[in-house]
């Protein structure tokens, strides 16, 4: 410092000390911009706190001239003091001390002196900020405090000539030389772009971001600077770092740029995760790659967090990333968690918990769709419409132990509100893809249960409530309820008391409701005696309870506790336990002797329960529940059996019904059911041997007894009208079910060589005498019989059923060889031999062979569902026993022989055959049946409550092919029998469709090569031979045509070769991958061929028929003459028509779902290709292509049917139904291309629309033309009917039976039509619309007349349709009826106006419908 520097130091401390600000002022005016630059620099250099000091008191002087009027002087020392303090910050920007008190003290000084400074001394600050913003890429913190203020005052000054000088030091320097004039606004805008072009330092991207956001900007600049703060996420270096970057980000967009900004960090963090995600596939057991996951999920939990603040502050940032998640065709884990998030506020709850499941239900539909559409695969995208819920649901519930707990509540609302969804009966997705998301559901609560204490209440409640309060849909809650109690009884424990008092609400719950709750808690009520002591105060209280209902539930949650404690006790566990565990069965056992004692409908119910207990073989090794049983039944048998053989009747049956009610009053029939099957478990000898002598005389007795020896009345019959009729109808009902009991107890014992094989054939001959007799004179007050058969009578369980079955009907293959895989070390080769043989005098009795196997086909198709190996045993030893035989060149006897209702033991065990199928492809686990079915294995049989484990897909290809093979063989074998094998034939082809289905599905969605190719050679063979059946000698039955019509339609999209079916799409990532088969007309010639055959005879054959003199000329007859048409009557052609439309209409909801794909293909297929390329969307075209061509082989079809006119009227419905769909399905392909703006409308469509709407449109317009000329001469009848019958008492019943029989044909007519026709007019209005914005002329290919050929001629009408009064006549006269010039319009011209309408317009009711009214 020189020593006038020095003097003038001393000067300025001097006046300031004095506080002459204004002195100092005048003093600072004298002197140079280099020397205040000088002092300044001078002071702020050193070190010590006090450095500041001299710099201030420059400030006040040049603040205090500005205030006293000397603006310009005051300007030009502010100017001077603020640059050099700018220059001082940015030259210590580097320092190690950059954020020193003097610093703040500066920054803070010049924030309050720029309204002072003038337009140059801004313009000056503002560019030397950027100058080291340009050099450093950095922004000192100090400026980042005024920069907002400084550049909203650029902004804010006027016009100023920038000169060259000002343009070498950076200022504006775009014009390229000379001087320019540049208002404040373009040099704010030049300092932003400049900002935002630079390179950002990564330590102070954070302090730029914060300073150009709290800087005022236009929509233009808040878009720039987005772009640039989302540019430099990629360059943070620590995930640290991130969560402050995106809290700018989502600050700035409260001045706009919201559907940027949240795309932008959404991007962002999903690369993040794609990259985190191969380093774990590198490096699966790294260290490194799991920390790396648990920090990003740290990070990502805190940005979750920021989003979820700045949305309630701002909360059309919500509605961005709510749009945002709608608009994406696929949503990240992260990006999945952020909408999760964003369901945590109320506002948003419904809006994104709404969103979110319908994108899962919507991409799990998407995947099934795309796996039966196999005619679209080949042209759709990979992973078109995949969003993989199951996959997101459980990365969420994975990660949200590490960061991401804040969406746990959120994520377990979701998956609660989904299975109510997909619970419901309707819904607008495919049963499979409801059933993936509720497993993914489920196994997504499991987890949440599992990681998360704080939600575990939350998850348990709300299972309890919908338990509790729902009336449908709650038994997947109860399955998750299981499922939490087996993965984790402890974390269970703690709210054991929710099942309690949900079970203290039995009244609202029903029996299987109530199983199911306790045995989710059987865990609990073993180990705790707390909650065992509630639950059996609570059964107690309930199995007293008033309602009988509420006494069967309870009562079958007592039989879950006596199957658990049995179990329980006879495990391998320590001795105290073991008593603990004895104690808790004898507790239970009391309980259930008390339920023993009560009303005759309850104690119905404990036996048929206790004689399925006595069937689990982990039930029955329990020796003291045996014993406990015993002691029960001996002395309740001692009460009722005689003794004394002067009795004819080894039973007091009278001591059964009440005298005073004639009801029964002891069910002795289930009693005997389950002491039969007492009596052959283990007992203690003194009881054993009391029970066996007392069953050989009890069986003994009955055998040689007749029906007049149980004291019936024999003046009265079995009706229930009377008392002594009703007394006698439960009489015999007793007798006959203590028959039952003893054939089931004489089959035991002869199996077992300890009975008479003869016996069992004494007793059935009995049984089906008394029970024909019953059957036959049973009957309701109209002359009906009451009971159907011998079958409802028996109270055989399946399990005791099969017991013999399998040695009735015995497998050829397990007799004639060691190696059988069932004959292991438990049931050897030699001891299955010998039972056959026990058993051949019941197989030579056809009556007692068909009566076991009724039994058992009653059991599969009861309400109650029977175990899963039950069926599959039964399954197997139907077709090993019985089927197999169908090829034999000499069927047994026992085999075919017919029964009084002419069915077989060969027709009974086809339908067992197609009621297993049945049942278990409604439990998913059809699978098995192929197995059980080819390959039997003992595990498949085992006793198991739960399901068995999944079959390998090769292995069920394989037995498929033998099985589907076997069963073809078998309908051929029975055809050539026919007409005999009819009704056998039938059941075998129901099974053979409910297989085809599965194959079919599992085909599509096979990964294995080999087994898809196994898969695809059964189906392709079944559907050749299907569509040969119709070309030989079939008999006209009508279930036989439609069974084997819906499995050849079930069949025919493997009529196609292979490779079609094995494309799986096109990938626009991959360069190498090999190209769809080309589109051209044939393509589904393969498909449609045998169909379109079955079509034009099931056509042809209809023309016949309804030409009564036979004289017209059928034009197909040359083609058609080997067709046999015998097989097409009257009868069987609308079973053909519906099966055929249903297929149609399925076929055309395909194609609907193929044509919403074409917008997100072209969407996806833009976004993959350069901005620059505009050459055609190729992969779009492609597709449209094949959807139009596709719909046209529809068409045709359709066009064989519509022109058939179908007398029958209600084929003639669903044809009109199917092609009011077939116009659904082209105005939504029509919607879909008007979506398409940068695809041309193609060849294929315009070929489409001519078939759709001008030739199928001309006998449409033709069918409804008669149908409203039918409606008249019906809505006549219908009148005529209801007046002639109105006077006359006698026929009243009749009259108004035709006459609501008329009115509901009317109605139904009327509603075919009116739908048909607004549907019409909607798909042209789409056409018209499309032709209007592409300038192509569509409207002359739609059907045009002067009048509309369906117009109806009021003159004609019947005349109930007529005024009757004046009030009619004048209503009638006030409708404005429209001539045909007035609805003749002009499409083309109307093309503008039809655009500005709604073109989302989806039901009937429209305005142009309504027009339609005065002539209809």
């Not at 991401?404 to 893809?433: E, G, M, N, P, Y």
């Not at 006790?569 to 336990?577: G, K």
């Not at 104690?603 to 329960?609: F, L, M, N, P, W």
């Not at 299955?832 to 005098?841: D, L, N």
Request: glycine share 6%; charged share 20%; net charge negative.
């Amino acid at each position: 410092m020189t020593s006038e520097e020095a003097v003038l130091a001393d000067q300025i401390a001097q006046l300031g000390r004095e506080k002459a600000f204004y002195e100092l002022g005048v003093l600072l005016a004298k002197q140079t911009e280099a020397t205040l630059y000088q002092l300044v620099e001078d002071d702020l250099s050193r070190i010590e706190a006090a450095g500041a000091q001299q710099t201030l008191l420059l400030f006040k002087g040049g603040s205090a001239l500005a205030e006293r009027g000397q603006t310009q002087a005051g300007d030009t020392v502010l100017g001077a003091i603020s640059s050099a303090c700018v220059g001082q910050i940015c030259e210590d920007n580097s320092s190690a001390e950059p954020d020193a008190p003097k610093w703040a003290v500066i920054s803070d000084r010049l924030l309050g002196v720029l309204p002072q400074l003038g337009p140059r001394s801004i313009i000056d600050v503002a560019f030397r900020v950027l100058a080291e913003l340009k050099t450093s890429g950095s922004l000192p913190a100090p400026c980042a405090n005024f920069v907002p203020m400084l550049l909203d005052t650029l902004g804010a000054i006027g016009a100023v000539e920038i000169t060259s000088a000002d343009m070498r030091a950076g200022v504006d320097d775009s014009s390229g030389g000379g001087s320019v004039r540049r208002t404040g606004a373009e040099l704010k805008a030049y300092w932003i772009e400049s900002a935002c072009t630079c390179k950002w330092h990564a330590q102070a991207a954070v302090r730029i971001s914060a300073a150009l956001r709290e800087t005022a900007l236009s929509a233009a600049q808040v878009e720039r600077v987005a772009g640039r703060v989302l540019r430099q996420l990629d360059h943070v270096a620590e995930l640290a770092e991130l969560p402050a970057m995106v809290y700018q980000l989502l600050l700035l967009s409260r001045s706009g740029s919201k559907q940027t900004i949240v795309g932008g960090v959404l991007a962002y963090f999903d690369g993040l995760e794609q990259n985190a995600a191969s380093e774990q596939q590198q490096n699966e057991q790294a260290q490194s790659s799991q920390q790396r996951w648990r920090d990003l999920g740290d990070t990502e939990g805190t940005v979750m967090l920021h989003i979820g603040y700045s949305i309630k502050q701002d909360f059309e940032l919500g509605d961005a990333l709510l749009a945002h998640a709608s608009a994406s065709d696929a949503l990240s884990s992260f990006s999945f968690a952020c909408v999760l998030s964003l369901a945590r506020i109320h506002r948003f709850e419904k809006a994104a918990t709404g969103a979110l499941r319908e994108l899962l239900l919507r991409g799990m539909h998407d995947r099934d769709m795309s796996a039966a559409a196999a005619w679209a695969r080949p042209y759709l995208l990979v992973g078109s419409g995949s969003t993989g819920g199951g996959r997101l649901l459980r990365a969420v519930a994975e990660r949200s132990a590490y960061g991401w707990d804040q969406v746990t509540q959120s994520l377990v609302h979701l998956c609660l509100t989904t299975l109510d969804s997909t619970s419901a009966k309707r819904s607008a997705f495919s049963a499979s893809a409801c059933a993936q998301a509720r497993e993914a559901c489920m196994r997504t609560l499991q987890t949440a249960f599992a990681g998360h204490e704080f939600v575990r209440g939350e998850i348990v409640g709300q299972i309890m409530q919908r338990v509790t309060f729902q009336t449908e849909g709650h038994e997947r809650f109860l399955e998750l309820l299981q499922r939490l109690a087996r993965a984790d009884t402890d974390a269970l424990r703690p709210y054991a008391s929710r099942i309690v008092d949900a079970l203290d609400a039995v009244a609202v719950l029903a029996g299987a409701t109530v199983e199911r709750l306790v045995r989710a808690a059987a865990a609990l009520f073993l180990d705790d005696a707390s909650f065992r002591t509630s639950l059996l105060l609570v059964l107690r209280k309930v199995l007293f309870a008033h309602a009988l209902d509420e006494r069967r539930a309870a009562l079958g949650g007592l039989f879950v506790l006596v199957d658990v404690a049995a179990r329980a006790a006879t495990a391998n566990v320590s001795e105290r336990q073991r008593q603990q565990r004895l104690a808790v069965l004898l507790e239970v056992v009391g309980l259930l002797r008390r339920s023993l004692t009560q009303q005759a409908e309850i104690r119905t119910a404990a036996y048929t329960r206790l004689a399925q207990l006595l069937d689990d073989p982990g039930a029955v090794q329990c020796a003291p529940l045996l014993q406990a049983l015993h002691g029960i039944f001996n002395a309740e048998f001692a009460k009722y059996y005689q003794r004394d053989r002067a009795f004819d009747s080894p039973i007091n049956f009278q001591l059964c019904v009440s005298p005073a009610t004639h009801r029964v009053a002891m069910p002795i029939d289930a009693f005997l059911q389950c002491y039969a099957k007492l009596a052959t478990r283990d007992a203690p000898p003194a009881s054993g041997a009391a029970g066996s002598s007392a069953w050989a005389d009890v069986c003994a007795r009955l055998a040689n007894a007749q029906l007049e020896d149980f004291e019936l009345d024999a003046d009265c019959d079995f009706t229930l009208m009377s008392a002594a009729g009703l007394r006698n109808h439960n009489t015999a009902r007793l007798v006959i079910g203590s028959l039952d009991a003893a054939i089931a107890y004489a089959l035991d014992g002869a199996l077992h060589a300890s009975g008479d094989p003869a016996l069992v054939v004494e007793l059935f001959t009995k049984f089906q005498r008394f029970a024909d007799v019953l059957c036959t004179r049973s009957v309701d007050e109209r002359g009906r019989r009451t009971i159907a058969g011998a079958s409802e009578l028996s109270q055989m369980t399946l399990p005791a059923v099969l017991r013999v079955l399998q040695f009735v009907a015995p497998d050829a293959r397990r007799t004639d060889a060691s190696a059988h895989a069932l004959n292991t070390d438990a049931t050897p080769h030699t001891w299955f031999v010998e039972r056959v043989g026990r058993a051949g005098m019941w197989r030579a009795n056809p009556a007692l062979t068909r009566h076991l196997l009724d039994v058992a086909l009653a059991r599969v198709s009861s309400a109650a569902e029977p175990l899963t190996h039950a069926v599959l045993h039964l399954a197997y030893v139907a077709y090993s026993g019985a089927l197999a035989h169908c090829t034999a060149a000499e069927q047994p006897a026992w085999l075919v022989e017919r029964g009084t209702k002419g069915r077989s033991a060969l027709l009974i065990a086809a339908e067992i055959l197609a009621a297993c199928s049945t049942m278990l492809s409604g439990r998913g686990l059809l699978d098995h049946v192929f197995v059980a079915v080819v390959r039997p294995q003992p595990q498949l049989f085992a006793f198991d409550a739960d399901a068995p484990d999944a079959q390998p897909v090769a292995v069920v290809a394989q037995c498929a092919e033998q099985l589907m093979g076997a069963l073809r063989t078998a309908v051929d074998a029975l055809l050539a029998l026919r007409p005999a094998m009819v009704r056998e034939t039938v059941s075998l082809l129901a099974a053979q469709h409910t297989f085809a289905l599965r194959l079919a599905h599992l085909c599509c969605r096979c990964a294995d090569a080999p087994a898809r190719a196994q898969l695809y050679r059964t189906l392709n063979e079944t559907a050749r031979w299907a569509f040969s059946l119709f070309g030989g000698d079939l008999p006209g039955d009508v279930a036989l045509l439609r069974h084997a019509s819906a499995l050849l339609i079930g069949c025919q999209p493997f009529l196609q070769p292979e490779s079609a079916l094995a494309h799986g799409g096109v990938d626009l990532a991959s360069s190498d991958q090999a190209e769809p088969p080309p589109v051209s007309r044939h393509m589904d010639d393969y498909e449609f061929g045998s169909l379109s055959r079955l079509v034009s005879s099931v056509c042809r054959a209809t023309r016949l028929l309804s030409n009564e003199d036979g004289t017209a000329h059928d034009e197909d007859d040359e083609d058609d003459d080997e067709t046999n048409l015998s097989v097409f009557t009257a009868r069987t052609v609308p079973a053909l028509v519906t099966v055929t439309v249903a297929w149609l209409r399925a076929e055309l909801h395909q194609i609907d779902w193929a044509a919403a794909q074409l917008v997100s293909t072209m969407r996806r297929e833009l976004a993959t290709r350069p901005a620059q390329d505009d050459e055609d969307l190729h992969v779009t075209i492609r597709l449209e292509r094949r959807i139009c061509l596709r719909l046209h082989a529809l068409s045709t079809l359709a066009s064989q049917l519509l022109a058939a006119r179908f007398a029958h009227a209600s084929a003639g419905d669903q044809v009109l139904r199917m092609y009011g769909d077939l116009h659904r399905t082209f105005a939504q392909l029509t919607k879909c291309k008007l979506a398409l703006t940068q695809v041309p409308v193609t060849e294929a469509y315009v070929d489409a629309l001519a078939l759709i709407c001008t030739q199928l449109k001309s006998h449409a317009d033709q069918i409804i033309v008669e149908r409203f000329e039918r409606l008249g001469a019906m809505n006549a009848e219908g009148g005529g009917a209801e007046k002639k019958h109105s006077g006359k008492k006698a026929d009243k019943t009749g009259g108004a039976a035709a006459g609501k029989h008329g009115l509901r044909a009317l109605l139904r007519s009327s509603t075919v039509v009116s739908s048909l026709v607004y549907q019409m007019e909607y798909t042209e209005k789409q056409v018209v619309l499309l032709g209007a914005r592409r300038k192509t002329p569509l409207a002359h290919y739609l059907k045009r007349s002067s009048a509309r050929d369906f117009r109806i001629r009021t003159a004609d009408l019947a005349e109930p349709l007529l005024p009757t009064t004046e009030e009619d006549e004048q209503e009638m006269s006030d409708i404005a009826v429209p001539s045909p010039t007035d609805m003749d319009v002009d499409l083309d011209s109307n093309a503008e106006e039809e655009e500005e309408e709604d073109q989302n317009q989806d039901e009937p009711g429209g305005p142009r419908q309504k027009r339609l009214r005065p002539n209809q």
